[in-house]
């Protein structure tokens, strides 16, 4: 069984920073990439940041210069820091993670945290 577990959330006012952290555990194998998304209530869920296992970034237009996605696979976590805070960034926040486990070795499937909520006061 495999669980992405996040934290980090809370509330800020504009222009703060906030870190969230995922910590990815169970029996797994291999972790390909990993990374943020958002959803913001009536809105679809949103490519914030994402990471591959060689390191290779991607961030939306939205987000660049801002944000900053960092990983650490030894530790199956990865991290977004989140500068310069603006109340559209004010959304439920996930992250997931391609990855196979110990049962499956070369099957890889997208798991998915519970979300945690950020809020941004202006």
């Known amino acids: 069984q495999v669980q992405l577990v996040e934290s980090g959330g809370g509330l800020v006012q504009a222009g703060g920073p906030l870190r969230l952290s995922c910590a990815a555990s169970?029996?797994?194998?291999?972790?390909?990439?990993m990374g943020w998304y958002r959803q913001a209530p009536g809105k679809q869920r949103e490519l914030v940041a994402s990471?591959?296992?060689?390191?290779?970034?991607n961030y939306a237009g939205s987000v660049k210069g801002r944000f900053t996605i960092s990983r650490d696979n030894a530790k199956n976590t990865v991290h977004l820091q989140m500068n310069s805070l603006q109340p559209e960034d004010t959304a439920v926040y996930y992250c997931?993670?391609?990855?196979?486990?110990?049962?499956?070795?070369?099957?890889?499937?997208?798991?998915w945290g519970q979300g945690t909520q950020v809020t941004v006061s202006s």
């Open positions: 997931n993670a391609d990855l196979s486990t110990v049962s499956a070795t070369m099957v890889f499937r997208l798991y």
């Open positions: 169970g029996s797994i194998f291999r972790i390909n990439g």
């Open positions: 990471v591959t296992s060689g390191g290779r970034i």
